[in-house]
């Protein structure tokens, strides 16, 4: 009778232990597992200080890590104080008031399109799937006011939104990368279908190109011209920039490739899509590909040389040499 009392012991003390490893395995299977433990300092630095120097994004970093699934039911834009009107699909959800329905039902097609381009240029189209099941959530406003009240929603960030014709919100967590919204402001944007398609598609590009960023590796601070030119070369397929002869002096004297941005902003956009049509005409589209994939995890040096077996200085130079080509 002890005897058997030890192994209904033994067996007990089993059983609590199988059922806790259950217990303890059934709670961590939501989480997805921590993507980036350790981000250095450097590059949080950077995520929090994007914003300050472009127009069209805000970007944070978030220390806690987010629960899953990502999915879109704590969009301000379910809100039903909002009054915004929904157009949802199997990839994308658009938040916008009654009088865009029309551009609303424009806009998801043009948004369905990018993401071949943005595959086939950025390497990878990041679907639901990729984003613990998170649907991309485009808020369409009328005028600069309603694009503003959006922003003061969305984001503590106290960025000038006056010549902003599209932003991409998102924040680096330590479970990844998350697409907070895209919204596309009315005051610029639904008049003009090309140029609507084109800020939807610069918007997108900025959401996949800093998804593909490896946050976990050292990666600094990548300069402006690097993500603001590849959004504009995706969202501008087969054009080329031009600018005035003055335009093409101030570039050669002023812009520096490794300096975190260019002094002024159509250099940084502009200049930077003419640095990607440069690199497309001197050295063909697979190495273009190249030098992007190697900014995912490498410093820019290294992603210049490994693509294009040139330094920085070089690759500037030869951009400065050749900007003639851009001239109008
Ligand atoms: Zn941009």
């Not at 658009?94 to 998801?108: D, G, I, N, T, V």
């Amino acid at each position: 009778m002890k005897r058997f009392g030890v192994i209904a012991g033994i067996l007990l003390v089993f059983l609590i232990s199988a059922f806790s490893l259950v217990v303890i395995y059934d709670k961590g299977k939501d989480q997805k597992p921590l993507r980036y433990a350790d981000i250095p300092q450097e590059t949080i630095d950077w995520i929090n200080n994007i914003g300050d120097e472009t127009n069209d994004i805000i970007s944070s970093f978030n220390p806690t890590p987010r629960p899953t699934p990502w999915d879109n039911d704590d969009d301000i834009g379910q809100d039903p104080e909002t009054g915004l009107k929904t157009l949802e699909d199997e990839y994308f959800i658009f938040y916008f008031p009654e009088s865009l329905k029309k551009a609303a039902y424009q806009c998801q097609p043009m948004a369905h399109q990018a993401i071949p381009r943005i595959e086939e240029i950025v390497g990878k189209y990041y679907y639901p799937s990729d984003m613990n099941g998170r649907k991309v959530p485009i808020y369409l406003s009328t005028d600069q006011q309603s694009f503003e009240q959006l922003m003061s929603k969305m984001t503590s960030s106290s960025n000038d939104y006056e010549n902003v014709a599209g932003i991409t919100v998102w924040e680096v967590g330590l479970s990844g990368f998350y697409l907070k919204c895209i919204a596309l402001n009315g005051k610029y944007c639904f008049r003009d279908k090309k140029y609507t398609k084109h800020v939807m598609w610069h918007e997108l590009t900025h959401y996949c190109y800093y998804a593909s960023i490896d946050y976990g590796q050292y990666n600094g601070r990548l300069p402006m011209w690097v993500t603001e030119g590849i959004a504009e070369y995706v969202g501008y397929p087969g054009e080329r920039p031009s600018f005035s002869n003055d335009q093409i002096q101030e570039m050669r004297q002023g812009c520096d490739f490794s300096a975190p941005h260019f002094k002024y902003v159509h250099e940084v956009y502009q200049g930077g899509h003419s640095i990607y049509c440069f690199m497309e005409d001197r050295y063909r589209l697979p190495a273009l590909k190249q030098f992007l994939k190697g900014t995912y995890s490498e410093p820019l040096a290294t992603a210049v040389q490994q693509a294009f077996s040139v330094s920085v200085r070089q690759l500037e130079n030869e951009w400065k040499a050749n900007l003639d080509k851009f001239e109008r």
